[in-house]
C-alpha cells in the first residue's frame, strides 16, 4: 500500500507522441487517485502553454522527474518531438540513473535497436494496450506497474532512503547500458 502521507510528491513524466494523447488520457484517469491523494504529479507536453519554451519545458519536465514514462508507438519514433528533444534528455537521466524509466507499449510496433527495447515493459506481458480485448484491463495492468515503482519510491523517501536508484521491480542496471552511454554520445555530437 502506497502511504498516506508524502513529503513532496513523486513527479512523473510522460513521453508521447501527439497520436496517442487519447490512450494517454484514459491512462492518466487511472492514475488519478494516486494523484488526488498527493503522491505524483503528472508533467507532459500539452500542458505547456503557447508561446513558451517548449524544448526548455521539457527538458525541465524530464530532468526533475522521479519516473519518465515512454508511451512507445510508431508514431512515438516518428516523433521529433520525441526523439530529437525528449530521448536524448531521457536517455541522459537513465543513464545517470536519476530516474526510473518505463516503457509501456501501447500499440504494435517493431522497435528493434531501440536503446531500452530490452528494458522492462508494461503491459507486463509485453502485449501492446491497443490490442487487448478490454482497454480498462490493459491500461490498469499498465497502472499497477507504474503504482509499483511510486510506491517504493515513496518508501524510500518517507524512510529517509533518497537516492534514486531501479526499483527491484525492474532487477540490476539494464545491460544495453554501454550502448546507451554510446548512444548519448552520438546524440552529443
Known amino acids: 500500500m502506497v502511504p498516506s502521507r508524502t513529503p513532496e510528491p513523486i513527479n512523473i513524466f510522460f513521453s508521447l507522441a501527439p497520436q496517442d494523447s487519447n490512450l494517454f488520457e484514459e491512462l492518466r484517469k487511472h492514475l488519478m487517485i494516486l494523484k488526488r491523494q498527493g503522491h505524483i504529479n503528472m508533467q507532459y507536453d500539452s500542458m505547456i502553454s503557447a508561446g513558451s519554451d517548449t524544448k526548455g519545458m521539457l527538458q525541465s519536465f524530464i530532468r526533475t522527474a522521479d519516473i519518465i514514462v515512454l508511451l512507445i508507438s510508431a508514431d512515438f519514433f516518428a516523433s521529433d518531438q520525441c526523439f530529437e528533444v ?29 536503446p531500452l527495447a530490452q528494458h522492462a515493459l508494461l503491459p507486463p506481458n509485453g502485449k501492446a494496450v491497443s490490442v487487448w480485448d478490454n482497454l480498462d484491463t490493459a491500461l490498469t495492468e499498465v497502472a499497477k506497474g507504474i503504482y509499483r515503482v511510486a510506491e517504493e519510491l515513496i518508501h524510500r523517501l518517507t524512510s529517509g532512503h533518497r537516492q534514486v536508484k531501479p526499483p527491484s521491480f525492474f532487477g540490476t542496471l539494464h545491460p544495453l547500458q554501454p550502448f546507451v552511454t554510446f548512444s548519448l554520445r552520438l546524440l552529443r555530437l
Open 86 to 114: 525528449e530521448m536524448p534528455c531521457v536517455l541522459e537521466q537513465y543513464s545517470a540513473r536519476a530516474a526510473h524509466v518505463l516503457t509501456v507499449l501501447l500499440r504494435p510496433t517493431a522497435w528493434i535497436g531501440f
